[in-house]
Structures are given as C-alpha cells and as structure tokens.
C-alpha cells in the first residue's frame, strides 16, 4: 500500500463493466510520483490522505474481485492528533 493524497476525480461516462458504480479518484503518492487513478472503494474526497492498495492486491477486497484495476482507495487516513 502506498499513502496518497486526493488531488481530484476522473468522470467517464463510458466504464467496463466492473468499473459501474465506482468513483473514479486521482490520487498522488505523498513523496513523489506519477498520478494515478485509483477505484475509491470508502468514499474519500478531494484533499483527503488515503491508503491505496496497488496491483494484484487492489483486486484482493470483495468489493474489487474481478474488477480491472490496478490501484483501489482502500483507506481515509485519520488526521494526526
């Protein structure tokens, strides 16, 4: 899993199968890194800190089984206290 920041969405209007009914998030790896977009599987929104699971084991949730990806949003980071 790596630790990312929400920077926005993705809307397609037009999804594989799989992909109906998910939100579509662009997500940035805190320290660096390409964009990605990552399935949000808990509601995250714009500015959050998420855990995104990547590769195989983004298709490892009962949510995610079967579904084409290769990033899923499985985690909202609490804010430090």
Avoid: W, Y
């Avoid at 790596?2 to 997500?27: D, E, I, Y």
């Amino acid at each position: 899993m790596q630790r990312c920041h929400v920077s926005g969405s993705t809307v397609a209007t037009q999804k594989a199968a799989g992909l109906s009914g998910f939100s579509l998030l662009n997500v940035t790896p805190i320290g660096g890194g390409a964009e990605l977009v990552a399935v949000d599987l808990v509601g995250a929104g714009e500015g959050d800190m998420v855990l995104v699971a990547l590769g195989s084991a983004a298709r490892e949730t009962d949510q995610t089984r079967g579904v084409p990806t290769d990033a899923a949003v499985v985690a909202i980071v609490d804010p430090a206290r």
